[in-house]
Every structure is written in structure tokens, then in C-alpha cells.
């Protein structure tokens, strides 16, 4: 868990990377996507009878979730705001947009744990708008919807994945897959610039690249999906999650000495309140929790 906490927050230091460098956020996604999509084929393949069974709505919500659309929404947020505010805000705010679907769309209960849990998320959300308002910056109040945006679609990608009950790396390559077939078609009819596409190789930063590919496409693409299902089979899903509560955190201190990116002491409460409730709204303090156990929709196999 601890080497998935360090790849998932090297994924936000990536984006943070490529938001001040020539290299496009189209170039980021094909960093991102481009190997997990040649190494995952053959485990689509083999799942291809189970990938067609499921309902394409729930296939649209897994790539709009987590695939190139994600990408573009996180990367477009670190152009805008720190590392510490994207780690926060992304992952922080997870189980805020996870709880409001089971309960909106699942008619579950919301059990008082997971509430007062939320309820700082929430106070957390707010103290980092107040912190943006409060320095009148147009910029950093958009990078930080950005990142409440990101984090209602990956949301919606979590309640997908888990209605599909699909296979995690085939659902991985598949995603990648998609993301890299709409990215190729967008930067060669010209509607997406990409850095790579537009110069030769010899022009390519490639030091700077092979970076991104290490902990895009390699780290947090392929490794962390390995880790991150360790993890479970060993911790179990709850004490997984409230692991995960730490990502904020591992991100902001990693940034401090590569960004030089030290949040303000409103910032530091805002992410310790974000921490804390994603940790008291998973199921971490308590042996079951209804709020959780939600059965999703059945479908029969072969429905569109």
C-alpha cells in the first residue's frame, strides 16, 4: 500500500511536471495510456465476451471516468492550482461523490460515522474555495472546480467498475485502449495539439518524457493496479481505502521539495480535514457499514 500511495501521488507530481513544460496535456495522455494499452490487449481480448455483456452506458461511465476525459479535467486543474490542492480535491473528495450516488441513485443509508465523515470533506471543500476567493484569483477557483469535476467522474468510474464486475486489469486495458483510439484520432484531425506529434524525434525532450512513462504509464498505469489489488487481498478493502486517505498528504509533502509548493496553514487545514474525513468515512472505525453494501443493478448477459 505504501508503494501505491507513492505511485498514485506520483501521478499528481507528474501532471503538476507537465503543466510547466512544452510537452502538451495530449503528450501526458499518451504517456499515460500508451503502455497499459500494449501491455493489458491480450487481457481485453480474452475478456472480450464479458466486456460486450456489459451495458455500453456502464463501458461510457468507466472511460469518461477514469480515461482520457479524466485526464484532460485533472491535467487542464494543475495548470491552474498546486499539487497539494489537486491531491486533495481529487482523491479527498472521493467518497463525498461515491456516498452522494449510493444514496441518491441506490436509495442506501448514510450511517452517522460516514455523515460526520463527510461533513468535513465538506468543511474541508470550503476552506480551500474560501482560501481561492479569498486571494482573488480567478485561476486557482477554476483549477479547483477542475478538480471537484474530476473527482464526481472518477466517482462515476468507481460505481461503473463495480456494476460491470469486470476484471480490474482488463477493465484497465480497455479503458486504455479507448483513451488512446479517441487520443490518435483527435491529434491527427487536428483538434487536440500534441508537442510530440508536431516535431521530429530528435526533438523530443526525452528525459522529461521518460519520466512521465515511468510514473504515468508504468507506475501508476500498470504497478499501482497490481499493488492496489495486493493490498486489498492482504488489508482488505476497508483498511485499503483508509490508507488511500493518505494520498493527499504523501502528494503535498513530495511537492514541497520538488515544486517548492508549501501550502499556506489554511491550505494545511483544509487538507487535514479532507484526510481525516475520507479516513473516518471509510469503513476503517466500524465492522460493517450499510451506507456500503449497496447490490448494484444486474444485467443479463448480452444486454446493450
Same mark, same amino acid.
Given at each position: ?117 463527510? +461533513? ?52 484497465? +486495458? ?40 515511468? $510514473?504515468?504509464?508504468? +507506475?501508476?498505469?500498470?504497478? /499501482? ?5 495486493? /493490498? ?12 488511500? /486517505? ?6 503535498? $509533502? ?51
Amino acid at each position: 500500500m505504501i508503494a501505491t500511495l507513492l505511485l498514485w501521488s506520483g501521478f499528481f507530481l507528474s501532471l503538476r511536471s507537465g503543466a510547466h513544460s512544452d510537452l502538451m496535456t495530449a503528450d501526458i495522455a499518451i504517456a499515460r495510456f500508451l503502455i497499459p494499452c500494449l501491455v493489458l490487449l491480450p487481457l481485453v481480448y480474452k475478456a472480450r465476451k464479458a466486456i460486450l455483456a456489459v451495458p455500453k452506458r456502464y463501458l461510457l461511465g468507466m472511460f469518461l471516468g477514469s480515461g482520457l476525459p479524466y485526464l484532460f479535467v485533472a491535467g487542464s486543474g494543475m495548470k491552474l492550482a498546486p499539487v497539494s490542492d489537486g491531491s486533495a480535491l481529487i482523491p479527498g473528495t472521493l467518497p463525498l461523490f461515491v456516498s452522494g450516488i449510493a444514496v441518491l441513485l441506490f436509495k442506501q443509508p448514510a450511517s452517522a460515522h460516514r455523515l460526520f465523515g463527510l +461533513g468535513l470533506v465538506v468543511t474541508g471543500i470550503g476552506l480551500f474555495l474560501t482560501q481561492s476567493f479569498s486571494h482573488a484569483d480567478a485561476n486557482l477557483l477554476q483549477g479547483h472546480m477542475l478538480f471537484l469535476v474530476g473527482s464526481a467522474m472518477w466517482a462515476v468510474f468507481t460505481i461503473c467498475a463495480r456494476v460491470s464486475n469486470l476484471n480490474p486489469l482488463a477493465a484497465s +486495458g480497455l479503458i486504455s485502449l479507448m483513451s488512446m483510439l479517441a487520443l490518435s484520432v483527435l491529434i491527427v484531425t487536428g483538434n487536440l495539439e500534441s508537442y510530440l506529434y508536431a516535431h521530429g524525434v530528435e526533438q523530443w525532450p526525452w528525459r522529461e518524457l521518460s519520466g512521465h512513462l515511468l $510514473l504515468q504509464g508504468i +507506475g501508476a498505469g500498470l504497478i /499501482a493496479a497490481f499493488t492496489y489489488l495486493h /493490498a486489498i487481498s492482504v488489508l482488505g478493502a476497508e483498511r485499503t481505502a483508509a490508507f488511500g /486517505a493518505a494520498t493527499p498528504a504523501v502528494a503535498t $509533502l513530495l511537492a514541497i521539495p520538488i515544486f517548492n509548493e508549501a501550502p499556506s496553514l489554511l491550505g494545511w487545514a483544509a487538507l487535514s480535514l479532507i484526510c481525516a474525513g475520507s479516513l473516518i468515512a471509510s469503513n476503517i472505525f466500524m465492522k460493517k457499514d450499510a451506507s456500503l453494501q449497496y447490490q448494484p443493478p444486474s444485467f443479463k448477459t448480452g444486454s446493450k
